[in-house]
């Protein structure tokens, strides 16, 4: 794409061909489940207050767990680590990146209450055979 910008500062022409010869790109892309979004959000706001979450803009970046999200539907989300009285973080992928501890409980207990929730709305149904009898030992 690069390419593309600099030849119309020369007043040339560039063409970019993704996916040369039908080939499948290294990751597809990644999205969200719209069922999963809307799970997270009703969670969230409970939780957090739906002021503390924010909405990212789509994003060029590609992720490997999109080749989860192909199978099975998929939801991801980042943690915010913002603490003005720590300064900025740098992002993931930076030789600078450091994480704030501080917020990494709100993490580990909004993704726990997550699948919590999900697996109390939405538990499955045993196809046992009406005449088996068991004993659970737990």
Known sequence: MLSVFKASVHRCNATVTFNANDQKPFYPVTVNDKDLHEHFQKVEG???GGHNVLEMQPMMGAEDFSIYAEVIPG???YIGMKNETKG???RGHSPYFM???D???YGAALHASVVTKYLLENKPKPNLPKAVSFRDEL
């Open 46 to 48: 409970n939780m957090l």
């Open 88 to 90: 900025k973080f740098k």
């Open 103 to 105: 917020a990494l409980p």
């Open 75 to 77: 939801y991801l989300v």
């Open 99 to 101: 994480v704030n501890e």
